[in-house]
């Protein structure tokens, strides 16, 4: 029934491809999605992909998610680092919620080391690229309940 994963990807990563790709890679954010439906069907999970520059956009996707998804994939992107309301529309989940960022984001400016939503998140993966993402997506398949 329930077993779709949501995967949001948070401002600026629907540049990615020309943005500082030696941060964040050379691939596009829709080759990155591609990998997913690809991994997703072999592992046979449904998923679906949202990507938003609006932290209100996305705090509301995470406030539908309850009644349609069983686990979220989130690369908050900036709002990492500032964004209590997407922090409290997370404590709302009652579902694996698992925080993706393509860089490394302690080996990086101080800013960025901190995220408001690690602690709220089941877990981390930070620094793997667009390894990360299909990494997360085993996590969440892990541990969505039956
Ligand atoms: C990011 C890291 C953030 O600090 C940055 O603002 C991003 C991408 C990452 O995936 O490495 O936009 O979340």
């Not at 990563?13 to 790709?21: D, F, I, V």
């Not at 999605?33 to 932290?55: P, W, Y």
């Amino acid at each position: 029934m329930k077993k779709k994963i949501l995967i949001i990807h948070g401002p600026n990563l629907n540049m990615l491809g020309k943005r500082e790709p030696e941060t964040y890679g050379s691939d596009t954010l829709e080759e990155i999605d591609r990998a997913l439906f690809s991994r997703a069907q072999q592992m046979g999970v449904d998923i679906e992909t949202f990507q938003s520059n609006h932290e209100g956009e996305i705090v509301e996707k995470i406030q539908s998610a309850s009644r349609i998804y069983a686990a979220l994939i989130i690369n908050p992107a900036a709002y990492t680092h500032t964004s209590i309301a997407i922090r409290d529309a997370i404590l709302l989940l009652d579902m694996p919620v698992i925080e993706v960022h393509l860089s490394n984001i302690y080996k990086r400016e101080a800013f960025r080391q901190r995220s408001l939503i690690a602690d709220v998140a089941t877990g981390q993966i930070s620094g793997f690229g667009r390894l990360g993402y299909v990494l997360a997506l085993e996590a969440a398949a892990g541990l969505i309940k039956p």
